[in-house]
């Protein structure tokens, strides 16, 4: 099977298809209309083989994954995501794979309304590079650096699932039968809260999606917004899987550390707050207020009632010495 065969097998006219796509797969570019008032919101994402999925997992896995990871993105930016390109390097044509590759695709860009607009074949180590774009109306994007000293600060879901499912998955835990498939779930097909990012552009402060662990997330709002933070422990939203599986002080460390959990993290001033309940009582996403933004320069403080505790709280770093 050729590139050009391969590219029509799997890729072309598959999935949703949308109106702004003037000119999709088969050229040399794609041709895109961005709608007037709208700002073009972009981000990029590379799964590697045996760093970000296990080396056997399946393709329809990994397009999901893939996808998700960077929707996940766009949602933390407040953007509603449009298209999506796919650089996609393999060892060789594996035709199984590749089926249920394009399967995965196909049901999430029909699951969200995206386009899958073009991409790049080529032979190498398995890698699946995905860039998604989206639109957000001009100056209303999400940023990591709108945070004051006063706001709330939330989450989105439960955290912590996606190292727990992590640990599970390679034996280092032991849980019980009931519990596997949704902890598997949240590890491999995390769900991007696409909604809430959009409905939280006129509400929330700040913004960003957990994928490093909570700490070293917040951290980035903290840097970025130059403030600090009090989290109380007590209060982060853990899963029944999770409160049945470990005692709480572990709960807690996955919640603040794993990496995964592809929730939002974001702050809402205290006049804003009463608008939060209305606005995000649209999509079907639980949220949990996890602490405050005070004054001061990048300080995490964590607590639990009024006093203060301490944890081992670094997250997935790549280049950790
Ligand atoms: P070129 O050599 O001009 O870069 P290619 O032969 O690589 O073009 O690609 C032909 C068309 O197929 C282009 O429109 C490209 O965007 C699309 N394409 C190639 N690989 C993929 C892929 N993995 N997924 C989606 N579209 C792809
Ligand atoms: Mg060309």
């Known amino acids: 099977m050729k590139e050009f065969d391969?590219?029509?097998t799997f890729f072309k006219h598959k999935g949703y298809q949308r109106r702004d796509v003037q000119i999709g797969i088969g050229d040399d570019a794609a041709v895109l209309s961005v709608p007037a008032g709208q700002s073009l919101v972009v981000t990029t994402d590379t799964l590697l083989s045996g760093v970000h999925f296990p080396v056997n997992t399946p393709g329809r896995a990994v397009?999901?994954?893939?996808?998700?990871?960077?929707?996940?993105?766009?949602?933390?930016?407040?953007?509603?995501?449009?298209?999506l390109s796919l650089s996609l390097s393999m060892p060789e044509i594996d035709k199984e794979w590749l089926n249920g590759f394009s399967l995965g695709l196909?049901?999430?860009?029909?699951?969200?309304?995206?386009q899958l607009i073009g991409g790049d074949t080529v032979k190498g180590p398995?890698?699946?590079?995905i860039t998604a774009q989206g639109f957000v109306p001009e100056n209303q994007a999400l940023t990591r650096g709108g945070a004051k000293p006063g706001d709330w600060i939330y989450v989105t879901g439960n955290l912590g699932d996606g190292g727990l499912a992590l640990d599970m998955l390679q034996g280092r835990m032991?849980?019980?039968p009931r519990h596997k498939n949704y902890l598997s779930n949240r590890l491999n097909c995390p769900t991007p809260r696409v909604l809430a990012g959009t409905m939280l552009r006129r509400v929330a402060s700040a913004c960003i999606d957990i994928s490093?662990?909570?700490?070293?997330?917040?951290?980035?709002?903290?840097?970025?917004?130059q403030v600090s933070a009090t989290i109380q422990v007590d209060q982060l939203p853990l899963s029944q899987a999770m409160q049945e599986s470990v005692v709480n002080d572990q709960?807690?460390?996955?919640?603040?550390?794993?990496?995964d959990d592809y929730e939002l993290l974001f702050t809402v001033s205290e006049e804003q707050k009463s608008h939060l309940q209305h606005v995000l009582s649209t999509t079907s996403e639980g949220f949990t207020c996890i602490g405050q933004i005070i004054g001061g320069q990048g300080k995490l403080e964590l607590r639990r009632g009024k006093e203060k505790v301490h944890y081992d709280v670094l997250g997935f770093q790549h280049f950790r010495d």
Request: aromatic share 6%; proline share 2%; charged share 15%.
């Open 6 to 8: 391969l590219i029509e």
């Open 212 to 225: 490093d662990g909570l700490v070293q997330d917040l951290r980035h709002i903290l840097n970025a917004s």
């Open 126 to 129: 398995l890698s699946v590079t």
């Open 63 to 83: 397009a999901n994954k893939a996808v998700s990871v960077n929707l996940s993105d766009l949602a933390a930016m407040g953007a509603e995501p449009a298209w």
């Open 251 to 259: 709960a807690i460390r996955y919640a603040l550390t794993a990496g």
């Open 174 to 176: 032991d849980v019980a």
């Open 106 to 114: 196909q049901e999430l860009t029909e699951y969200y309304s995206v």
